[in-house]
C-alpha cells in the first residue's frame, strides 16, 4: 500500500481550498522530511556522479599523459579504439565470459547446497558457517592462497592430494596439474566460484525458508513426487531469488579486479575489462581511451543493471505493500 | 499464492511424508526412502557435510599451513602432520626483514572504521526519510541510491585518481576514507530503510498520540528495533571497505597504503614463502572472518539490499 503512505505525507491535500498560509507551511513540512535526506543524496552526487561527467568528457580526448601537448579532441576514435583494438576486444569477451560463467556455476552449487541446508541434520549450523567461510576471506587473500597454496604446480595442495593418492594405490607418476598456465581463465573462474556460491547459498536458502509450508504439504498428502514439488513449486517460488543472485552477483563480478589481478596479472587472455582499463590509464597513460573502455563498462552494466532493477523492485514492491 | 498443480497425483491421501522436498539426492528420495524421512536427512546430512568440509578445505589449509614452516609447507604429498610452528607469523610481521605489516593494517582499519562511522551518519537520517516519514517519490529516490553503486568503480577512477593527484590528496587516507564512504552509502541506505521499515507503526502513531516528541520517540521505539540492523549495516560495510583494493591501489602509495595493497607484494613468489603468505592471509582475513560470523544472522538481508529475509 504505497499510496496510503504517500496520502499520509500529503497532509492538507484534500482540503477544498488551502490558504496561502497552509501552503507554505506544508511546503516547509516537506522540506523538513527531505532534510534528513540531502546530505547523503549531495554527498553521493558529488563523489559518484560527477567523476562520471569527468570521464565521459575525457572519453573523446586524445589525451596521453605522456604528451600531454598533444592532447585534442578525438570525437569517437578511442570508442572505435576499444571495439577494435584486439586487447580491449578480448577484454570486453573475458568479461562476459568471466561474469557468466562465474554466476551460473556458483547459483547451480549455490542451490545445490541451499536444498541440502534446508533439511534439519545433526551439524546443520557448523556446516552453514563452514560454507559462507569462502565468502569471508578477503578477496586478494583468497586469491593468493589459490594462486600460491593450492594451485601451485609443484607443491600446492591439489596436485599435492593427486600424488598421495595415487601413491595410495601404489602409482609413482601421478597426473600433475598445472591450471594457472594452461587453462588460467579456468583458474580465475574456479576461485571465484569458491569465493561467491556462499552469497548465492546465503539468499537461496533464505528463499526456500520462506517458502509457504502448506501447500508442500498438501502436494506430499497427494501423493506428489519429490521433483515434482520442487519442480512445480519450489522452482517458482525461488524464480525471483535466483534472479536476484544472478544479477548482484553479476554486478560485482564485472567489477571484479582482485582475482584477476593477483591469480594471473591479466595474462594469458585473462585481462578483463576492469584490470584492462587499469593498465591503460595506469601503466600506458592513455587517459582518452581508458575513459571510453569506462564508458562501455558502464553501458554494459546499464544492460544488466536494467534487470537487475526490476528483480529489486517486484521484491521491493512487495515488501512495500505491507 | 501460487495454486497447487501435483503433476502426477498417485495414491492421493496416502504416504504423507514429512520430509520436504528436494530433488539433489537423486534415487534415495524415490520410493522407500519416501517413508522414512530420517534416512533422508540423514543422506542430505552426510552430502552437506562433505561439500561444506570441502568449501571450507581451502580456509582450513590457509590455516595449518600458517602453523608450518616453510619446509614443510612446501612438500608434495603434502605433511599434514607436519610441526606447528609460529614462524610464519613472526616472519609476516617483519622478523628478519624488518618490512612490518603494522602501517599497512592500521590504514586499513582507519578507513574501514571512519568510513562506516560516516556511511552511518549520512545513511541513519536517509533511511528515516525513505521508511518512517517518507518523503515523497521516496520509491525513486531508493533506485537513484542503488543505481549508483552499479557504476563500476574502473568507469570513475580515473578523474578521480586525477583530482587527488591535483589537489594533493593522493597517498591520503582521508580520501580513502570518502571513496569508501560513497562506496558503501548506497548499500547501507538500503540495509537501513529496511530494517526501519520494521518499526511498528502503530506504536510510532501511539507515541504520536501520547505527545512524546522525536527524541523520545527516536530513542524508545526506533532504536531497539534499529539497533540490531545498525549493527549488521556497519559490519557489512566495514567487510567491504577492508577488502578493497582497486582504489587503494590507485589512490595509495607507501603512507596511506592498506592492508590489501600490502598482500599484493606477495602476488608474485619468492622461493620458499608459501608459510608466510598463509600467515599474511589469516591476519588479515581474521578481521573479517570476526564480523561477517558476527553479522550471520543479518547477511543475507544486508547482501540482498534489504531485498530478502
Known amino acids: 500500500m504505497t499510496t496510503a503512505t504517500a496520502r499520509i505525507s500529503r497532509p492538507g491535500r484534500n482540503a477544498a481550498k488551502p490558504s496561502r498560509d497552509s501552503r507554505s507551511r506544508e511546503r516547509a513540512l516537506a522540506w523538513a522530511r527531505r532534510a534528513p535526506l540531502l546530505p547523503a543524496l549531495i554527498f553521493l552526487i558529488i563523489v559518484t556522479q560527477l567523476p562520471f561527467v569527468v570521464t565521459l568528457i575525457i572519453s573523446f580526448l586524445n589525451w596521453n599523459s605522456l604528451s600531454p601537448d598533444k592532447t585534442a579532441f578525438a570525437g569517437l576514435e578511442n570508442y572505435a579504439t576499444v571495439l577494435t583494438d584486439p586487447d580491449l576486444r578480448q577484454a570486453i569477451f573475458t568479461t562476459i565470459l568471466l561474469t557468466v560463467s562465474v554466476v551460473l556455476a556458483s547459483l547451480v552449487i549455490g542451490l545445490g547446497l541451499a536444498l541440502l541446508l534446508d533439511k534439519k541434520f545433526i551439524g546443520r549450523g557448523l556446516a552453514r558457517t563452514l560454507l559462507i567461510a569462502p565468502f569471508l576471506v578477503v578477496p586478494v587473500a583468497a586469491a593468493l592462497i589459490w594462486k600460491h597454496a593450492l594451485l601451485n604446480p609443484t607443491y600446492g595442495l591439489i596436485n599435492g592430494i593427486l600424488t598421495w593418492v595415487w601413491a595410495l594405490f601404489g602409482g609413482d607418476t601421478a597426473p600433475q596439474l598445472d591450471l594457472l598456465s594452461q587453462a588460467p581463465m579456468m583458474a580465475v573462474i574456479v576461485s571465484l566460484v569458491w569465493q561467491w556460491t556462499p552469497f548465492m547459498m546465503l539468499i537461496l536458502l533464505a528463499g526456500l525458508q520462506s517458502r509457504p509450508m502448506d501447500t508442500v504439504e498438501a502436494a506430499q498428502m497427494d501423493g506428489a513426487t519429490p521433483w515434482a514439488i520442487f519442480r512445480h513449486l519450489t522452482l517458482p517460488h525461488l524464480r525471483q531469488y535466483l534472479e536476484l543472485g544472478g544479477l548482484l552477483g553479476a554486478i560485482y563480478i564485472v567489477q571484479n579486479f582482485d582475482a584477476v589481478f593477483t591469480l594471473t596479472a591479466g595474462g594469458l587472455g585473462t585481462a578483463n575489462l576492469p584490470y584492462a582499463i587499469y593498465q591503460t590509464f595506469y601503466f600506458a597513460n592513455e587517459y582518452g581511451l581508458a575513459s571510453a573502455a569506462g564508458v562501455v563498462v558502464v553501458i554494459g552494466t546499464i544492460i544488466v543493471a536494467t534487470f537487475a532493477l526490476r528483480t529489486v523492485f517486484s521484491l521491493f514492491k512487495k515488501e512495500a505493500a505491507r | ?309
Request: charged share 10%; hydrophobic share 55%; aromatic share 10%.
Open chain 2, 1 to 309: 499464492m501460487s495454486t497447487l498443480t501435483p503433476a502426477a497425483p498417485r495414491k492421493s491421501g496416502h504416504a504423507r511424508s514429512t520430509s520436504r522436498a528436494s530433488s539433489t539426492t537423486g534415487p534415495l528420495r524415490h520410493g522407500k526412502s519416501r517413508m522414512d524421512p530420517t534416512r533422508n536427512n540423514t543422506a542430505a546430512g552426510i552430502a552437506a557435510w562433505l561439500l561444506a568440509l570441502l568449501f571450507a578445505a581451502p580456509v582450513m589449509w590457509m590455516i595449518l599451513t600458517s602453523f608450518h614452516s616453510e619446509t614443510d609447507a612446501a612438500t608434495n604429498p603434502p605433511s599434514i602432520a607436519a610441526n606447528l610452528t609460529l614462524d610464519a607469523y613472526r616472519e609476516f610481521f617483519g622478523e628478519t626483514s624488518g618490512v612490518s605489516p603494522w602501517p599497512s593494517l592500521i590504514n586499513s582499519a582507519t578507513a574501514s572504521i571512519l568510513s562506516t562511522v560516516l556511511v552511518l551518519v549520512l545513511a541513519i537520517p536517509a533511511a528515516y526519510a525513505l521508511s518512517i516519514r517518507p518523503v515523497k517519490k521516496w520509491t525513486d529516490v531508493m533506485f537513484f541510491f542503488l543505481s549508483t553503486k552499479m557504476m563500476p568503480v574502473v568507469a570513475a577512477i580515473l578523474p578521480l585518481y586525477l583530482f587527488a593527484r591535483t589537489v594533493g590528496a593522493l597517498d591520503n587516507i582521508w580520501f580513502l576514507i570518502l571513496m569508501y564512504t560513497s562506496m558503501n552509502l548506497p548499500i547501507a541506505v538500503w540495509m537501513m530503510r529496511s530494517f526501519l521499515a520494521e518499526v511498528p507503526v502503530e506504536m510510532l502513531e501511539a507515541a504520536q498520540i501520547d505527545g512524546a516528541n522525536l527524541l523520545l520517540t527516536l530513542r524508545k521505539i526506533i532504536a531497539p528495533v534499529a539497533m540490531p540492523g545498525i549493527a549488521a549495516t556497519a559490519l557489512i560495510c566495514f567487510i567491504f571497505s577492508w577488502n578493497e583494493l582497486l582504489l587503494a591501489r590507485v589512490l595509495t602509495g607507501v603512507v596511506a597504503g592498506t592492508a590489501p595493497v600490502f598482500l599484493t607484494g606477495f602476488v608474485s613468489g619468492q622461493g620458499l614463502f608459501l608459510a608466510k603468505v598463509c600467515a599474511a592471509a589469516v591476519v588479515i582475513s581474521l578481521p573479517v572472518l570476526f564480523a561477517g560470523f558476527a553479522a550471520q544472522d543479518k547477511l543475507v538481508q544486508g547482501l540482498s539490499l534489504g531485498a530478502v529475509k
